[in-house]
């Protein structure tokens, strides 16, 4: 298969994730905490993906679990962007004292790994979907911070943002009109990144009990539960574990590609400008 093929099958993925998601109400055929049958049901008939061990439907869970394992990635993703972009492209515009300060307030946290730290929030906040979606994005935030310093150092060392400066702009005109917008690429790319590492972080802290409603249909929850079953019922770890890692892996590939394509489109602008410029 081509990247594109690749690209086009994740992104149907994720368009089918989705849009489950959306319209579970209408495309499940009960509800997530409903027993419908038989505890451990083999997949068919009325239950197309099986039974839990409480009889509840595999399917029906799996639709209303992708709302709160995507959900929660997608608003813990938003905070570590959100968080770091500010703090990095605040160290990369001032420089000075802010930067140092900013380095080291993101290295000292980066020195406490991620699930320690979330379950440091945890236990002071006590469990709960919200605390491990804050939890995981407060995680993300000094990462993405130093990345995107990085890429607005990058940024601010262009022509056009001396440019700027000779003219007379301000700082913060600068950084809003000329550096964050030519730093987009890259952000992009790198909030792609800790959009799958926050999917990641959200499904293990439910997968770990946290999730502080244990009925909550959700992946991480439902992969735990499925773990007492490998043997009996091997289907209850095996959708909602491929659902994760088809869910992850097809985040990650779409980034990288979609990156690509953006920079080729803007190395082919270039190339076209400079046979203008010559003729």
């Not at 990345?147 to 601010?156: E, G, I, N, Q, Y």
């Not at 959200?202 to 999730?211: E, K, N, S, V, Y």
Request: net charge positive.
């Amino acid at each position: 298969m081509t990247r594109g093929a690749f690209a086009a099958a994740a992104c149907t993925w994720l368009v089918l994730v989705v849009l489950g998601a959306i319209f579970a109400p209408l495309v499940a055929p009960s509800g997530p905490t409903q027993p419908i049958g038989a505890a451990l049901a083999a997949p068919g008939g009325a239950s197309p993906l099986g039974t839990d061990a409480l009889g509840r439907d595999l399917w029906s869970r799996m639709l209303y679990g992708a709302r709160t394992s995507l959900a929660g990635a997608l608003l813990a993703a938003s905070l570590a962007v959100c968080l770091g972009g500010v703090f990095g492209l605040a160290a990369a515009m001032h420089g000075g004292w802010v930067e140092r300060a900013i380095a080291w307030g993101a290295n000292a946290m980066l020195a406490i790994p991620g699930l320690l730290l979330a379950l440091m929030l945890l236990a002071a906040l006590g469990p709960g979907v919200g605390t491990i979606i804050l939890a995981v994005g407060l995680g993300g935030a000094p990462g993405f911070a130093r990345l995107s310093r990085s890429v607005f150092l990058a940024a601010r060392q262009s022509d056009y943002v001396r440019a700027a400066h000779a003219l007379g702009a301000g700082r913060a005109w600068v950084a809003f009109r000329h550096v964050l917008p030519n730093a987009r690429t890259a952000l992009f790319s790198l909030a792609t990144t800790h959009v799958a590492w926050a999917f990641l972080g959200i499904t293990t802290l439910t997968f770990l009990g946290l999730a502080g409603d244990p009925s909550l249909p959700e992946w991480g929850a439902m992969l735990n539960e499925g773990r007492l079953h490998l043997v009996d019922a091997p289907q209850l770890a095996l959708w909602p574990g491929s659902a994760i890692a088809l869910c992850v892996l097809s985040i990650q590939y779409l980034g990288g590609w979609f990156t690509r394509r953006v920079r080729q489109a803007e190395a082919s602008r270039m190339e076209s400008d400079e046979r203008k410029n010559r003729s």
